[in-house]
């Protein structure tokens, strides 16, 4: 399943500068020009930085993994850092690698310009159930009154 990339981007990503150029089901890739707002002290790209892109693109690929009536939430990223980026554009591909009942596993490549891998990782991720709207009275529909 592909969809319209642009709906995604959340305020974070927004404030980073991340832009999601595919996102389907099979694959989802995002770019993002470096700038001194992604730096840390020594002049090169902020690891947390790719912790965010990681978990991302992760999180997209996830939600249209397991229907976009359902929610996701990573429960772990592990994002590795294997190259210093101090210019250009980073691109990331993210792509589906396990799933087993309601968890979810995205792996994603970071790559510079000359395509090098900048940094890599994975992140599970966990499928919630949509919940049943609430009554008017604020219980959910068959759990206990509070006493």
Same mark, same amino acid.
């Given at each position: 399943?592909? !969809? #319209?990339p /642009?709906?995604?981007? *959340? &305020?974070?990503?927004?404030?980073?500068? +991340?832009?999601v150029?595919?996102?389907s089901?099979?694959?989802?890739?995002?770019?993002?020009? @470096?700038?001194?707002?992604?730096?840390?002290?020594? %002049?090169?790209?902020? *690891? %947390?930085?790719?912790?965010a892109?990681? #978990?991302? !693109?992760? /999180?997209? %690929?996830?939600?249209? =993994?397991?229907? +976009?009536e359902?929610? @996701? $939430?990573?429960?772990s990223?592990h994002?590795?850092?294997?190259?210093?980026?101090?210019? *250009?554009?980073? =691109?990331?591909r993210?792509? &589906? @690698?396990?799933?087993?009942g309601?968890? @979810? =596993?995205?792996?994603?490549?970071?790559?510079?310009?000359?395509?090098?891998?900048?940094?890599?990782?994975? $992140?599970?991720? +966990?499928?919630?159930? &949509?919940?049943? &709207?609430r009554?008017?009275?604020?219980?959910a529909?068959g /759990?206990?009154?509070a006493?």
């Amino acid at each position: 399943m592909a !969809v #319209e990339p /642009s709906g995604y981007a *959340g &305020p974070l990503d927004r404030t980073l500068g +991340l832009r999601v150029v595919e996102a389907s089901d099979r694959e989802v890739v995002a770019e993002i020009e @470096v700038t001194d707002g992604l730096m840390q002290a020594y %002049g090169i790209v902020h *690891g %947390g930085v790719y912790c965010a892109i990681n #978990e991302t !693109v992760c /999180s997209m %690929g996830a939600a249209l =993994t397991v229907g +976009l009536e359902h929610r @996701v $939430v990573g429960i772990s990223n592990h994002t590795r850092f294997i190259r210093a980026v101090r210019e *250009g554009r980073l =691109t990331a591909r993210a792509r &589906p @690698v396990d799933r087993v009942g309601d968890h @979810v =596993t995205w792996q994603a490549a970071i790559t510079d310009d000359e395509g090098r891998l900048a940094a890599e990782g994975t $992140v599970n991720l +966990l499928r919630l159930t &949509p919940q049943a &709207p609430r009554p008017a009275g604020g219980r959910a529909a068959g /759990s206990p009154a509070a006493g």
